[in-house]
């Protein structure tokens, strides 16, 4: 029997698990640097994607009322300072199925109702782990937004 290239075993089972369903990682990013200080007390500001399927996948503002959600190489989000990744559980889902999943979320996902403290890259990712694990993304990812919107008198309209 000929001994197959270790790529060509890899390839075969990320064939499997593309077919067969994937794992869910949380991937999970500091916007500043204050967040090594804020992290020990629970609260930080942070930018998180979920990974699915080999991608990353997350939410960002833009001016056009069209898809805020975009694709990158997992934990290498451009702009961000990559903190950790969780392993939210496992979806079965196929990559086309997880792919026109991706689709119909778009339609609530619009880069012109991106809001700070309402919705977020986080409220995102929350939504997407739910939907395909039954459970959210750890609280303190996104509890600063969740204690801004205790606040959101205060803050100003365009956030």
């Known amino acids: 029997m000929p001994e197959f290239p270790l790529s060509s075993r890899l390839e075969r089972v990320q064939n499997s698990l593309r077919e067969n369903g994937s794992l869910v990682y949380l991937n999970v990013y500091d916007l500043t640097p204050a967040n090594n200080y804020l992290y020990a007390f629970g609260v930080g500001i942070f930018h998180s994607g979920i990974e699915v399927h080999g991608m990353e996948y997350g939410f960002g503002a833009h001016e056009y009322p069209t898809s805020g959600i975009f694709e990158v190489e997992p934990r290498s989000c451009p702009g961000f300072i990559f903190r950790c990744s969780v392993l939210l559980g496992r979806n079965d889902m196929s990559y086309s199925e997880f792919r026109s999943f991706m689709e119909r979320l778009s339609v609530?996902?619009?880069?012109?109702?991106?809001h700070l403290i309402a919705k977020n890259c986080n409220h995102f990712t929350d939504e997407v782990c739910q939907q395909l694990t039954g459970k959210p993304i750890p609280a303190w990812v996104n509890r600063l937004a969740?204690?801004?919107?205790?606040?959101?008198?205060?803050l100003p309209e365009s956030l």
Request: hydrophobic share 25%; proline share 0%; net charge positive.
């Open 108 to 114: 609530k996902f619009h880069g012109d109702s991106y």
């Open 146 to 154: 969740r204690v801004g919107s205790f606040c959101n008198c205060l």
